[in-house]
């Protein structure tokens, strides 16, 4: 058989919580505050490769919380994923890693953030939808000026 014939594979090998810290510096007293915290959301995606056709894909979140000017809370998550990817046509590898794995490792995300949260002593954080499509696209255009303007500097 030629290598045309071959169908794409995509699967799933497995999803895990590749690492997660909270830090509250300023409990207990924190929660004797009446406000409820400020949120503020950082998030990065990667991928590597470890074999022929297996990736790692990850997101990496930030939550840092604040009431007034003291920190309530900081989180740092990170969900991951190995994907088997083979016979991708080319060109497709890359919006595959950068967009379809994280839409299947976001879920699992938020719901490890909430449960954190919770078990931490506040109210649940219920992250929004990420249009990762967008995301994609916004990284690759900020990377190519990035390397553009590397390029003009030489």
């Not at 009446?34 to 790692?56: C, M, W």
């Not at 990850?58 to 900081?74: E, G, P, Y």
């Not at 002593?121 to 249009?131: A, D, K, V």
């Amino acid at each position: 058989m030629s290598e045309e014939n071959q169908q794409p594979v995509f699967n799933i090998q497995r999803i895990y919580l590749k690492d997660l810290s909270l830090e509250q510096p300023n409990s207990p007293a924190i929660f004797l505050e009446q406000e409820g915290p400020g949120i503020e959301v950082a998030i990065d995606i990667g991928d590597e490769k470890l074999s022929e056709n297996i990736f790692e894909s990850t997101i990496t979140i930030t939550i840092t919380a604040k009431i007034k000017d003291k920190v309530a809370f900081l989180i740092e998550c990170k969900q991951a994923g190995i994907f088997e990817a083979s016979n991708i046509p080319e060109g497709q590898l890359e919006p595959l890693l950068g967009i379809a794995c994280p839409n299947i490792l976001y879920p699992y995300l938020r719901a490890n953030i909430a449960d954190i949260v919770t078990r931490a002593g506040f109210p649940p954080i219920h992250l929004t939808e990420i249009n990762f499509e967008v995301f994609y696209q916004q990284r690759k255009a900020a990377l190519t000026q990035a390397g553009n303007g590397a390029t003009a500097a030489h």
